[in-house]
């Protein structure tokens, strides 16, 4: 490696904070140079530059030279490199190296030193970074001329936030890719999405990540503290999501200096920028906060330092020429390095021992030490991987094309999670290292262009899992507030879908905005805000729509709401009757109180036009002929909502003329021995109606009433007290519906005129329940036991028989059959008829009814 001699150019040192245009000034005075070189400290940053300077002068005067990428036309002029890579047996008439306080790193700082020790250029050299490495560059280099560079914007510190709470264009940094990933998912989930910056990222992905943030798709960015390193990006806000980093031994505090590095990348040329601790961190202490903010750091005492007179005699020189020790008391001696600890590994290999047995082999056997660790696996899995590299050298003087070949093949899919394609990631970028090194491979361009193929194929898609995983554009889209929120284009469609800028939002049910997929009340109040101005226009419409619907499109489910083009849209408050009850809206997105009255005048017209239409056979103005008894009944009846215990209406009852008794007839209304109840009232949808007015009026749990029709139901189903609204009676363990309790005290008081009887499957039939339930129910329905000369039989308590009212009461003729309808009788053979069995029996007219039902 030729060394300039230091006397014939101009040296400089430009130090200073974050935010000083010190890249800026080094390209520019690189350009205005017939020749050049920059050594980057990233592969990322050198990519970004080159970039840079080809679309300034074009492609075929820049050449980029990293470890796994070499980008060298013909005959370039400037060469954009990482510090590692630096070509320096090139001569040019200027040469820079940017961030030169990494000579303090511990793993690469050794590197940097010696790039500060003997890289120069032949006309002009400068030194980029921070002014704590002043003293000790004047004391390496006596000829620099130190130049410090003010920040040119004011960076300070803010209150701790938290990590929902963060600004827009906010970076945070934490130091390990677990803790990216967790703090990216978190900011998902609460504000929409963001970017991912790592340093296993390839430069293409990376550079996908951040033009995805610069163009504000996403307006957070979570990355590891390469992001203070020089990369540029409009960042307002830098928050810190943790305070301590491995640092390949231990974990550790930052420094005040590591903080002020990356710190200062929040504010961009003469914006200012903040920064603050989140995560629910403790604050900075109040010295590192006055140093980051006056930028004052304590300056770098040492540096790190490594022979690089090595000797390649023999493996055990070599190991011994890495360990010299410097001769000034400025340098320490490098930390066991990364190709150092893969060199120790390597030469506890006996096959690798045999074959580094002359100065070329061993030269051979360092440059494949010098592999990097992609991965991050341990030394001695990365020996591993390398010895493969050695051997085959050694045997076959060119790594065989089919070896290399079946490698990078396993490595052509894009398939995977995020994990596996960084893993892929790094496994591909060795082959690329190793495709650059024209001594080690056969046709080195192809597999240059293979690798890179590959390479770029595998960050797209990683790019892709990232956005996939941690980016919601709809979020961070309708998460944005004030003119630009105002600015977005919504529409309701026909299907009830509320669209923003294309996104779906949510939906509208009725009217009620259903957000979609919204994390928590904050998501929720960003999108109910985002899509206002078209739920707007659209409740208006959907108010008009439903005035103008025709009465069956509106209905009340078993819940008590009313339902409107399939959303339940209100539901039922008291009123002044059991039969009146109020409307009320549910929980809705109306902001007009006007709409809101036009919506509640439409459904409680409806509500009462239902309601009378359904109890119709109970309305006092439908017949002006009836007496006043009559009327008396039907009145509490209605309020009864269709039924009454006889025994409270003896008086009544006994004022009823025939005629009256016809008449209600007419309408449904039946006469039991216990009960009055109008027959329809009793089918399923009006038992499921009285339910819901009932529970509304007394302030009950609406009970479920089955679809179908059940003669009995258990009584738990709902309070004791309801059930007669509903036409059933509590008996035992179950409530009977009222005609089937008539049907069935009717069976058993013709049974027990016979003597003593059993229950049969007639009787369980006509209830519709277990024997262990009727035996429950006997005592109830006025049985007792018929004693020890009869087990399991029963008889009626009291009177059998009666003498039987007028058939004209029932309010309908009596059936032919009646005699053959009593339940439990066998072979139905004729016999003398008994009073309860005549025709003319009540009895048989309720089981003309049933048989019907």
Not at 64 to 78: F, S
Not at 729 to 748: C, F, I, S
Request: proline content about 5%; some cysteine.
């Amino acid at each position: 490696m030729t060394v300039i001699d230091t006397r014939r150019g101009r040296i400089r040192a430009v130090l200073g904070p974050t935010n000083t245009g010190k890249t800026h000034l080094a390209i520019e005075r690189m350009l205005g140079h017939s020749s050049g070189m920059i050594g980057f400290p990233l592969r990322l940053l050198a990519r970004e530059n080159y970039d840079r300077i080809c679309a300034l002068k074009g492609a075929s005067s820049v050449a980029l030279i990293t470890g796994e990428e070499k980008i060298i036309p013909a005959h370039p002029k400037w060469y954009i490199c990482t510090v590692e890579a630096m070509p320096l047996d090139r001569f040019v008439d200027f040469l820079a190296i940017d961030e030169i306080q990494l000579c303090a790193d511990r793993d690469r700082g050794h590197i940097f030193t010696d790039r500060l020790l003997h890289a120069r250029g032949r006309d002009e050299t400068m030194f980029l970074g921070s002014d704590t490495m002043a003293p000790l560059v004047k004391q390496l280099v006596p000829d620099v001329e130190i130049e410090s560079r003010p920040r040119f914007s004011t960076l300070s510190y803010t209150s701790p936030k938290k990590l929902t709470r963060l600004p827009r264009r906010t970076a945070v940094v934490a130091f390990s890719v677990n803790e990216v990933y967790a703090m990216a998912e978190t900011i998902r989930q609460h504000r929409g999405g963001t970017a991912v910056v790592l340093g296993a990222l390839s430069p293409r992905t990376r550079n996908a990540q951040v033009a995805m943030y610069q163009a504000g798709e996403v307006d957070y960015l979570v990355a590891t503290d390469a992001i203070g390193m020089g990369l540029n990006m409009d960042v307002d806000h830098v928050a810190f999501a943790s305070i301590r980093k491995f640092d390949g031994q231990h974990m550790r505090a930052l420094t005040p200096a590591e903080v002020g590095q990356i710190a200062g990348r929040a504010g961009r040329h003469m914006n200012d920028g903040t920064f603050s601790v989140t995560n629910n961190l403790r604050d900075f202490d109040e010295d590192i906060v006055e140093a980051v903010e006056n930028h004052e750091f304590q300056q770098i005492p040492k540096i790190y330092w490594r022979n690089r007179r090595l000797d390649f005699k023999s493996p055990k020189l070599l190991l011994r020429s890495l360990q010299t020790n410097p001769n000034r008391a400025e340098l320490m001696r490098s930390r066991v390095a990364e190709d150092h600890q893969t060199l120790m590994a390597l030469m506890r290999d006996e096959d690798i021992m045999l074959r580094a047995d002359a100065p070329d082999r061993i030269r051979l056997l360092w440059e494949i030490c010098q592999v990097p660790d992609f991965r991050k696996v341990t030394p001695d899995l990365h020996a591993e991987l390398v010895s493969g590299f050695y051997t085959r050298l050694c045997d076959h003087d060119r790594l065989p094309d089919d070896w290399v070949a079946d490698h990078i093949r396993k490595l052509d899919r894009t398939d995977g999670d995020i994990d596996v394609l960084t893993a892929r990631l790094a496994k591909i970028r060795t082959w690329a290292y190793v495709s650059h090194r024209s001594s080690w491979v056969r046709d080195s361009d192809h597999w240059q262009e293979r690798t890179r193929v590959i390479e770029d194929a595998i960050s797209d898609a990683l790019h892709e899992q990232l956005m996939q995983r941690f980016v919601d554009k709809r979020a961070t889209l309708i998460g944005r507030g004030g003119k630009e929120r105002q600015s977005l284009l919504s529409s309701v469609a026909k299907d009830g879908r509320v669209m923003i800028e294309g996104h779906m939002v949510g939906r509208l049910n009725g009217f009620r905005f259903q957000p979609d997929r919204a994390r928590d009340t904050r998501e929720a109040k960003n999108l109910h805000a985002a899509a206002a101005p078209a739920l707007v226009l659209e409740m208006q419409s959907r108010t008009a729509r439903l005035e103008r619907a025709v009465n069956k499109d509106i209905k009340l489910n078993p819940l008590g709401r009313l339902v409107w083009e399939d959303n339940e849209i209100a539901s039922l408050k008291k009123g002044d009757n059991p039969l009146g009850p109020q409307v009320t809206l549910l929980a809705n997105d109306i902001v007009d109180s006007s709409l809101q009255t036009r919506v509640v005048n439409r459904l409680e017209s409806w509500l009462k036009g239902m309601i009378e239409a359904r109890f119709s056979q109970l309305n006092l103005d439908k017949d002006h002929g009836l007496t006043a008894p009559a009327r008396g009944i039907l009145f509490q009846l209605r309020e009864g909502m269709g039924s009454l215990a006889i025994a409270d209406l003896q008086q009544s009852i006994k004022a009823l003329s025939q005629d009256d008794r016809k008449a209600l007839g007419k309408r449904g209304v039946r006469f039991g021995t216990q009960w009055i109840f109008v027959d329809r009232y009793l089918k399923p949808d009006m038992i499921r109606l009285r339910a819901v007015l009932w529970a509304v009026w007394s302030g009950v749990e609406i009970p479920a009433i089955p679809n179908r029709a059940r003669p009995s139901l258990p009584l738990d189903y709902a309070p004791s007290e309801i059930w007669p609204r509903l036409g059933y009676v509590a008996k035992g363990p179950l409530a009977l519906r009222q005609d089937r309790l008539e049907h069935l005290l009717a069976t058993l008081r013709a049974a027990a005129r016979k003597g003593p009887f059993a229950i049969d499957g007639d009787m369980l039939k006509t209830v519709g329940c277990s024997q262990e339930n009727m035996v429950a129910m006997m005592k109830d329905l006025g049985t007792k036991p018929a004693g020890p000369e009869h087990p399991d039989c029963y008889l009626m308590r009291g009177k059998t028989g009666r003498k039987q009212p007028n058939r004209a009461k029932m309010g309908r003729k009596p059936s032919k059959n009646a005699q053959n309808s009593v339940p439990g009788s066998k072979g139905h053979r004729r016999k003398k008829k008994t009073v309860s069995e005549s025709p003319n029996s009540p009895f048989a007219a309720l089981k003309e009814l049933f048989d019907k039902q």
